[in-house]
């Protein structure tokens, strides 16, 4: 009876209310909803389907630009002309988002218009560690925060348990009958965030998106989602938190900073959490906690500098450098797992052969680096070679880090405190080495030493 109701709560149109939830906050094409064309026409002709032209067009004095609507691109050269079949004439499409499907001036968006359900309020929240004093207040501050609808810097130092700070709001926010979405550059940090959130909240639909995902039907009051996802969004979330806020390549692609702003209802607030904020995070914020110490009390590990002079001239003559071969034995002898980062795919690919067959290489192209990084979890191999896509969201008990040629620019200050916040992460296993082998310091090399031994002082005071 109750079902006949909410039916007819909907215009007593066809669909099944979960078909409508799984709609809700989305922005769609036509042919990415399994209905015909005829139901999609009624349900614009009763204002229940919103649609408009996924590329805009506003004529400018010397020429016409052009806005997709999906992801936001407005930069002229990803806007590609060809005469297309579907509307015969010369179309326009763009190539930002061409991966999540195509769309052209031709193609209709659809979002949802009709009525909003009423998400569940109850949830089961399975959590029984405690937390820090220093949590706790980050996590009472950060609550507050979110009530207040303020935006919020969550500064915290790697390995300070920055996620389990987040429990506690989720769950209020939750309890509201609110949706959340957790959004992060990284697939890697979605991977690792998603299994521990459905931890927590065991009854709770956790839709967990990425580029390749499996399909997720029906309606999820929380969501873990890659920023480039969020693009599909528009209006959904009353709770916007973007984990690792300042990491590749959120802050150098203004589509994905406007995506999280289209993705959250207007008025919702947003909370960025990283160990390393920019500038522009630290000045732009409004509500903020800081962490400077771990949740286990031990110092971050200080990076320590060994020079590998002309090591790209002996990676390409098959050498394997002295002081790092040093370096891995001893780890082998230690039974000690560990990553290497490299600067590139390339340089990593040609020193790759050099190592055992037991230490293997990831990158981001790799469809096969989440089996790879549970192998180094497992004990299965000894190390890893790897880009920096494990900067951020690997945890790994007693690893130890090397960086090679750490001079290079795409070693960042902050992918460098990144990377040493790998180490000494377990309670068990606090402290660790970490080594930048260098062909010449880098400034970078030795803000990243700077900073940390800052925090290790403030954390102390
Ligand atoms: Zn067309
Ligand atoms: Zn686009």
Redesign the pocket.
């Known amino acids: 009876m109750q079902r006949r109701t909410k039916k007819a709560h909907y215009l007593g149109l066809l669909l099944h209310p979960s078909a409508i939830h799984s709609m809700i906050g989305r922005i769609m094409r036509r042919e990415d909803l399994p209905y015909t064309s005829k139901l999609i026409n009624l349900y614009i002709e009763r204002g229940l389907l919103k649609t408009q032209p996924a590329i805009s067009t506003i004529q400018g004095l010397l020429k016409t630009h052009f806005r997709?609507e999906?992801?936001l691109?407005t930069q002229s050269e990803k806007f590609i002309h060809f005469h297309c079949a579907k509307c015969e004439q010369v179309c326009t499409y763009?190539r930002?988002?061409i991966t999540m499907g195509r769309?052209a001036s031709c193609t209709q968006l659809l979002t949802w218009a009709g009525p909003s359900p009423q998400h569940p309020k109850k949830h089961q929240f399975s959590w029984t560690s405690t937390l820090t004093e220093l949590q706790q207040h980050a996590s009472l501050e950060l609550a507050a925060s979110i009530q207040q609808k303020r935006q919020h810097l969550l500064h915290a130092v790697c390995g300070a348990g920055k996620t389990e700070i987040l429990f506690q709001p989720i769950y209020n926010a939750l309890q509201k009958g609110f949706r959340i979405c957790v959004a992060t550059p990284r697939t890697d940090v979605v991977l690792e965030l998603a299994p521990r959130l459905q931890k927590v909240f065991p009854t709770t639909m956790i839709h967990v998106l990425y580029g390749g995902a499996p399909e997720q039907q029906s309606y999820a009051q929380l969501v873990i989602a890659t920023t480039h996802q969020l693009?599909r969004f528009a209006k959904a979330f009353d709770v916007m938190i973007v984990d690792e806020a300042d990491a590749f390549p959120y802050t150098f692609d203004e589509s994905l900073q406007k995506a999280v702003y289209k993705a959250k209802k207007p008025d919702a607030p947003i909370t960025f959490v990283t160990a390393t904020p920019s500038s522009k995070l630290l000045k732009q914020r409004d509500g903020y906690s800081f962490l400077p110490r771990r949740y286990h009390n031990h110092p971050l590990p200080v990076p320590r500098f060994q020079s590998l002079w002309r090591y790209k001239r002996q990676f390409k003559k098959d050498k394997l450098p002295k002081q790092l071969r040093q370096w891995v034995e001893q780890r082998i002898e230690a039974k000690q797992p560990f990553l290497i980062f490299f600067p590139t795919i390339e340089m990593l690919e040609q020193a790759l052969p050099l190592f055992s067959p037991n230490i293997l290489g990831v990158h981001a192209e790799d469809p096969t680096r989440k089996e790879k990084i549970l192998k180094l979890r497992n004990a299965e191999i000894q190390g890893l070679l790897t880009t920096t896509i494990l900067e951020r969201g690997i945890t790994i008990a007693n690893l130890q880090v090397a960086v090679v040629g750490a001079e290079n620019p795409i070693f960042t200050a902050s992918a460098l405190i990144q990377i040493a916040g790998r180490v000494g992460r377990d309670e068990q296993y606090p402290t660790g080495d970490i080594i930048f082998f260098h062909h010449g310091i880098s400034l970078e090399m030795d803000l990243a030493k700077q900073e940390i031994q800052r925090l290790n002082e403030v954390a102390n005071e």
């Open positions: 997709c999906r992801c691109n763009c930002h988002c769309i693009y």
